[in-house]
């Protein structure tokens, strides 16, 4: 079992950066794959970007690619996403969500726990 946590949403202006934490609790944390996922009004959610358990493997949807980093640090079974150059349209709820096994990690349907989002608006 894992219980996920995000923090560090807020509002920011164009052009600002923002980051968000995502602390688990429980153990094995570095055997899961961790993806953050975003829900803007009115839209799908939408994958944002994922971390391999040991750090050593991300991928990104291409909109925040160059703008983006996710990080984990799993002695602290903290993941982290730094959002940098941000645009009114990244204003999102936030989700950071984990997975254990196989299965598409682009694919919400795959994974097992999630928390319980950050909202995160950019102001023009």
């Known amino acids: 079992q894992v219980q996920l946590r995000e923090s560090g949403g807020g509002l920011v202006q164009a052009g600002g950066s923002l980051g968000l934490s995502c602390a688990a609790s429980?153990?094995?944390?570095?055997?899961?794959?961790t993806g953050w996922f975003r829900r803007a009004p009115g839209k799908e959610r939408e994958f944002v970007a994922v971390i391999s358990g040991s750090g050593g493997g991300t991928y990104y949807v291409d909109s925040v690619k160059g703008r983006f980093t996710i990080s984990r640090d799993n002695a602290k079974n903290t993941v982290y996403l730094q959002m940098n150059s941000l645009k009114p349209e990244d204003t999102a709820v936030y989700y950071c969500?984990?997975?254990?096994?196989?299965?598409?990690?682009?694919?919400?349907?795959?994974?097992?726990?999630w928390g319980q989002g950050t909202q995160v608006t950019v102001s023009s």
């Open positions: 429980g153990r094995a944390f570095s055997t899961y794959v």
């Open positions: 969500a984990a997975k254990y096994g196989v299965g598409r990690p682009t694919d919400a349907g795959n994974y097992d726990y």
